[in-house]
């Protein structure tokens, strides 16, 4: 799937981390029993992320961000709404054509219904379980988002939500992997750019340092699944013209190049790459 440097082929994409919100954590907190690890404590700050893909045919998303009014009952600090984030690459929410729902936990779906041309995709699994009983039961429905789980039928019974079994190629140079692990259809994106493949994991993996090191997040639906999702990812970023980007680490911002001062990292523009154009 990787386009050749500096090849024009249709299929390649410019691909863009949106940071819309971030919290204040360390790794205690955020990574399942840290304290065997042996290491001292340290900050795990987190960013909250969607991601923009488009070429000359289509304006794909992977994940909306908050419902900003949730978001700050949530206690997370929102410093702009998704949807104005992105006017400013010259997107708006009718210039969608599909968005992809990575997982339905609460900071990656809350604005589904505000894209009114766009078709969707989400994998079966995350399908059939938020869908179930399971997923609106007290202790689930704090991850999984209740009006979003009701958008999700919507568009279903609409004809606008495409089921994904396994991994499947969405457009040329555009392929969705379901992992499993953080949610049980847990979602990456394998993306075709003009420096090579971006893999946006969205919370496969949280942090650089969560599959680098096997530090599986504090939330999981299945930690072999995550763990396997990993190996994965690792094996991914050991191939050339390859990089993974997690869900919530601040440090994208430090290495991709940057469009819009703290809030919009080009993906397809690592500043290594960009350093040496």
């Not at 009718?94 to 989400?122: C, E, K, M, Q, Y």
Request: proline content about 6%; hydrophobic content about 40%; aromatic content about 12%.
């Amino acid at each position: 799937m990787r386009v050749i440097p500096g090849s024009s082929q249709p299929e390649a994409y410019d691909v863009y981390a949106l940071r819309y919100g971030s919290n204040l954590s360390k790794k205690s907190k955020e990574y399942y029993g840290f304290a065997r690890y042996g290491d001292e404590d340290g900050p795990a700050d987190m960013a909250y992320y969607f991601w923009l893909a488009r070429n000359a045919e289509r304006t794909v998303l992977i994940d909306c961000g908050y419902d900003f009014e949730f978001g700050l009952r949530r206690g997370r600090q929102l410093e702009t709404d998704p949807v104005e984030l992105l006017s400013l690459l010259g997107v708006g929410p009718a210039d969608v054509d599909h968005l992809i729902i990575s997982h339905i936990h609460t900071d990656h779906v809350g604005n589904l219904d505000r894209f009114p041309n766009a078709t969707f995709s989400v994998a079966r699994e995350e399908y059939e379980f938020c869908t179930g009983p399971i997923a609106l039961k007290p202790l689930m429905s704090n991850v999984f988002y209740p009006p979003a789980i009701h958008v999700v039928k919507e568009l279903e019974r609409e004809g606008r939500l495409r089921i994904v079994d396994g991994s499947e190629d969405l457009f040329p140079g555009f392929r969705v992997t379901r992992l499993g692990g953080h949610s049980p259809g847990q979602m990456m994106a394998q993306i075709a750019t003009r420096l090579g493949d971006v893999v946006v994991a969205s919370d496969a993996t949280h942090f650089y340092e969560e599959f680098e090191l096997d530090r599986p997040f504090w939330f999981f639906h299945n930690i072999e699944a995550a763990y396997r999702g990993y190996e994965k990812l690792r094996d991914l970023a050991a191939q050339p013209e390859t990089v993974v980007v997690p869900g919530h680490d601040p440090d994208v911002m430090n290495r991709f190049e940057i469009v819009h001062a703290g809030k919009i990292a080009e993906l397809s523009a690592p500043v290594a790459a960009a350093a040496q154009t």
